[in-house]
């Protein structure tokens, strides 16, 4: 579960290295976009070829991944690439079909390229996505046409650094991993049975100290994933912040704290606490090691999402989790 964030800007034109919508008079079969599934789901087998066939159909080359090639019914001139990083580049469009996982699997795709991705609800909540499965049809239009708009999405870079001397101080200690996350990245106890004790600190000055199961910090596209789930709050798209968010904490003072966004959130392990690991987007994960230092602050390369809608946070927030408004009678005019 995710929410908006980010400036809302028009498509880009051809060659911009960001991945933009090309000029309208390119020709089509210079057109390229990316399609990203969850071939271990039917429906969304079944939407990808609805949707790779409309694209063909308007002359728009399509791109998948090799690995998918093979669970997709697909015609001989769809190009097919390997899951490096740079898979989408060249494309004007990356268009994810699935849940919440295939969407933060293709922002890993749409970083590393710039390209704005397009994300089709094939789960339950879908918070990143724009469109439902009985969309399908509209969204190849829009594609065609090239009737969208492209965001901007915060993401977080993350350092991992290791228990060494003098590691309570920004900058020292040694790092022994780097991530980056687009919802948010979470220090976790790594053995059931046992707390893991941390202290967490804003812009170099320490805030509290707890027990729990861990902490999780979120940019605004995460405050409606994990953080909320962990009780913290929900962010409106056009506020830019950090947010850390305790993980059942036993401490009288565990509340979600939101900072500026540019403040650096730091979660250190207390050297005599169990080893923890790290989770960046539930997706990959590290094994912190004793007295180890998390660093985390606004990422230097944000994600890109092409939007179909102009449908206000609100009433998105309304739909995706079935708000009860029943009663409401608005503003007099």
């Keep these: 579960m995710t929410e908006d964030s980010g400036a809302t800007q028009p498509a880009h034109p051809p060659g911009d290295r960001r991945g933009g919508a090309p000029d ?5 079969g210079d057109r390229t976009v990316f399609l990203l599934a969850h071939t271990g789901r039917p429906a969304a087998v079944r939407s990808a070829e609805l949707v790779v066939q409309g694209l063909l159909r308007c002359g728009i080359g399509v791109r998948v991944l090799a690995d998918e090639a093979a669970d997709l019914p697909l ?27 295939t969407l933060l699997r293709g922002a890993e795709f749409a970083r590393a390229s710039g390209v704005p991705m397009l994300g089709v609800n094939l789960g339950r909540v879908g918070f990143l996505a724009e469109a439902e499965r009985d969309d399908l049809d509209q969204v190849v239009d829009r594609v065609v046409s090239r009737a969208y708009e492209v965001e901007e999405r915060m993401t977080l870079d993350v350092l991992v650094r290791n228990g060494g001397h003098g590691a309570h101080s920004p900058g020292s200690g040694q790092v ?5 996350a687009l919802n948010e990245v979470s220090v976790e106890k790594a053995a059931r049975e046992r707390m ?35 009780g913290g709050p929900v962010v409106w798209p056009e506020v830019e912040a950090l947010l850390m968010v305790p993980i059942s904490a036993h401490a009288l003072f565990a509340k979600p704290l939101v900072t500026a966004p540019d403040s650096v959130l730091a979660v250190e392990v207390r050297p005599q606490t169990p080893h923890g690991v790290l989770w960046a987007d539930g997706r990959r994960s590290v094994e912190l090691p004793a007295g180890a230092r998390v660093e985390v602050r606004r990422g230097a390369v944000p994600v890109r999402l092409a939007r179909l809608h102009h449908a206000s946070f609100t009433d998105r927030l309304v739909a995706k989790f079935a708000l009860p408004v029943t009663g409401w009678r608005g503003a007099p005019r």
């Design 24 to 28: 309208p008079g390119a020709a089509g």
């Design 75 to 101: 015609p001989e001139r769809v190009q097919t690439v390997s899951a490096r990083q740079d898979a989408a580049e060249g494309c004007e469009l990356l268009v994810v079909l699935g849940g919440d996982g």
């Design 176 to 180: 022994v991993h780097a991530d980056w």
């Design 196 to 230: 893991l004790e941390v202290v967490i600190e804003v812009d170099g000055r320490p805030v509290s100290s707890f027990g729990g199961d861990g902490v999780v910090c979120a940019s605004p596209t995460g405050s409606t994933a994990y953080a909320f789930s962990a």
